[in-house]
C-alpha cells in the first residue's frame, strides 16, 4: 500500500510539472513494450500517437493511466481527484473517441 501511494503521489507531481515542460519537445505518451520493427508496426504505434493526442487532456491522462500503466479506476479518481464514476467516464468517452479517430470509415453518415 505504501508502494502503491507513493507511486501516485510521484505520478500526481508528474502531472503537474507536465504543465510546465509542456513547451518542451514531445514526449511520447505511451512507449512501446518491445522493438517497433515493421514499418505498419510503427505506422500503427504511430497512428496510436496521433490519435492519443486528439483526446481531451482528461480522458487522454484517463486512458493512458487505465492501459498503459494498468491503474484501477479508484486509483485514477484518487490520483486525479475527481469521482470514480467521472474517471469511468472519461475513460469510457476517451476509447469511443479513439474509435471514432482510428476507425473513420466506420462512421455513419
Do not use: W
Not at 505504501?2 to 504543465?19: C, D, K, P, S
Not at 505511451?30 to 508496426?41: G, H, M, T, Y
Not at 486512458?63 to 500503466?69: E, R, T
Request: hydrophobic share 40%.
Amino acid at each position: 500500500a505504501m508502494a502503491r501511494n507513493e507511486a501516485l503521489r510521484r505520478l500526481a507531481g508528474e502531472r503537474q510539472h507536465r504543465a510546465f515542460v509542456a513547451q518542451g519537445p514531445v514526449r511520447p505518451l505511451i512507449e512501446p513494450a518491445a522493438q517497433v520493427d515493421s514499418l505498419l508496426q510503427q505506422e500503427s504505434f504511430a497512428s496510436l500517437e496521433a490519435a492519443l493526442r486528439q483526446l481531451p487532456e482528461a480522458q487522454r491522462e484517463t486512458v493512458v493511466l487505465k492501459c498503459v500503466q494498468g491503474f484501477t479506476f479508484a486509483e485514477i479518481a484518487e490520483l486525479t481527484r475527481v469521482s470514480l464514476d467521472t474517471a469511468a467516464s472519461r475513460y469510457r468517452y476517451g476509447l469511443a473517441k479513439l474509435r471514432q479517430i482510428l476507425e473513420p470509415e466506420h462512421d455513419e453518415t
